[in-house]
């Protein structure tokens, strides 16, 4: 279930093994070497046989099918099973699909024995397959014994676990229910469950109800949870939404950005041709921020033909700065191409000061490098500004060393100002302690 935290790696194999029979099998399994029938198998010997498979996916999909296979057989032997797998990835991926058929086929028996196991995730996945099965069944059956037998996280993901189900077949029924739940946190574990799951099914139905609810924090977590799903499986359709409704374009760039992750083209085409330039700007600002993580030299040049402003600055940081953050040698390399050296001057203020905050050590090892120059400049700066938050009196320092007296004067001054509005006090009684300082600003 999405809101279990620890068994989130156990879901792509259960569900592999929820929606398509693994045919494949043991070599020298004993099934394989007997000819035995499912019903006769020694299914410790095949528990045992299967652990000694050193390929983690197939020997978890395995553990799967036959978790799967007891669970409609004999569900108690499965459960004593359990001890022997030591390996807890192992444990959690038997545990799920017998439960889960267990609780179908008999719920009450199997709720009553994850009793036996102690408090925690474990106990918690257990409780919830058990009810999974139950809810594809009687969903209100097992939304009554969660209320009556469950209490704390127990009983939220419980919730949540049902509703996922049933939202899948009766959504406009599931999350009426659940709108009447007293609990503020019970009922939004349980709503979000219902809303994702009927959104991927029927994503303008579930918008419109989102959209109707009393204006406020619920109705806006409500809106971004359809638009979250809705944008991965129709996002042009997701987008055409938002944009009709303006109450819901604070949603919009982070919409497009999703678009723009499977096709920039078509994103950045639609936000081209929104009226509204102030809103097609900032989802042209989001498009851009996303394809930057995949090619920043792409994204920057883009940005500097579809973008001006405010906005085209801002662009400029994220991706030179983010780029810096990650990979600042490949980043400087990058802006000694350039070939306006106002771009080249804005493009190294922001690499050097990302790679600065993110990692002053490399960063001050690479400018004591460099000859002297623009970049060990403009680097010496950077340093000095991020070293006037912690050492003050050793940024000063630094600053002096900036040979460009012009660029010099700046920093000082800004060293100084960092440093006034941290410790106004001390920074005043030292200025007065070095007349010099003052002197070489007022030059």
């Known amino acids: 279930m999405k809101s279990l935290r620890s068994c989130l790696f156990t879901c792509i194999a259960v569900l592999f093994i929820d929606f398509h029979d693994c045919s494949a099998q043991v070599t020298g399994s004993p099934e394989k070497q007997n000819g035995q029938s499912g019903d006769s198998l020694d299914y410790e010997a095949e528990l045992k046989t299967i652990l000694k498979v050193e390929d983690f996916e197939e020997r978890h999909l395995l553990l799967a099918r036959l978790s799967k296979t007891l669970g409609s057989s004999d569900p108690k032997k499965a459960w004593n099973l359990m001890g022997q797998l030591t390996f807890l990835p192992d444990r959690l991926l038997f545990l799920g699909p017998f439960m889960k058929v267990w609780g179908r086929n008999n719920p009450t028996e199997a709720l009553n024995q994850t009793k036996d196991l102690p408090d925690g995730e474990v106990r918690l996945l257990a409780t919830n397959k058990a009810l999974e099965g139950w809810a594809a069944k009687a969903p209100l059956a097992a939304l009554q014994w969660a209320s009556e037998n469950l209490s704390n996280g127990y009983r939220r993901t419980a919730y949540a676990q049902i509703g996922e189900v049933w939202g899948k077949t009766e959504p406009s029924l599931a999350i009426n229910w659940g709108m009447k739940l007293s609990n503020e946190i019970e009922r939004v574990f349980y709503v979000v469950e219902v809303l994702e799951n009927w959104t991927e099914l029927h994503p303008m139905d579930a918008a419109h109800w989102a959209a109707a609810l009393p204006l406020g924090k619920f109705h806006d977590l409500m809106v971004s949870k359809v ?80 973008l001006d ?56 090892s690479w400018v004591q490098q460099q ?30 060393t900036i040979s460009d007296s012009a660029l010099q004067k700046n920093c000082l001054a800004q060293v100084l100002e960092n440093w006034k509005l941290n410790s106004k006090e001390k920074s005043e009684a030292w200025i007065q302690q070095h007349p010099q300082i003052l002197k070489l600003l007022n030059q």
């Not at 055409?240 to 819901?248: G, K, N, Q, R, S």
């Not at 030179?320 to 400087?332: D, Q, S, T, V």
């Not at 000859?371 to 500004?385: P, V």
């Open 371 to 400: 000859k002297d120059g623009l970049e060990k400049n403009i680097g010496l700066c950077k340093l000095a500004n991020v070293l006037s938050d912690s050492e003050p009196e050793a940024a000063v320092e630094l600053s002096r």
């Open 309 to 364: 402003g405010e906005h085209l600055s801002n662009s400029r940081k994220l991706i030179l700065g983010n780029w810096a953050a990650a990979y600042p040698m490949e980043a400087l390399k990058w802006s000694q191409n350039l070939t306006s050296s106002d771009s080249n001057l804005a493009a190294l203020d922001i690499i050097l000061e990302s790679w600065a905050l993110s990692d002053f050590a490399a960063c001050q």
């Open 227 to 306: 638009v979250n799903i809705w944008v991965q499986h129709y996002p042009r359709m997701t987008v055409d939404w938002l944009a009709a409704a303006p109450e819901h374009h604070w949603l919009l760039p982070s919409a497009v950005s999703e678009w723009a992750e499977i096709d920039r083209a078509a994103a950045a085409n639609w936000a081209s041709q929104l009226e509204n330039k102030q809103l097609s700007n900032l989802c042209k600002v989001a498009i851009v921020t996303e394809w930057a993580d995949y090619n920043s030299p792409s994204a920057y040049a883009w940005a500097e033909t579809n």
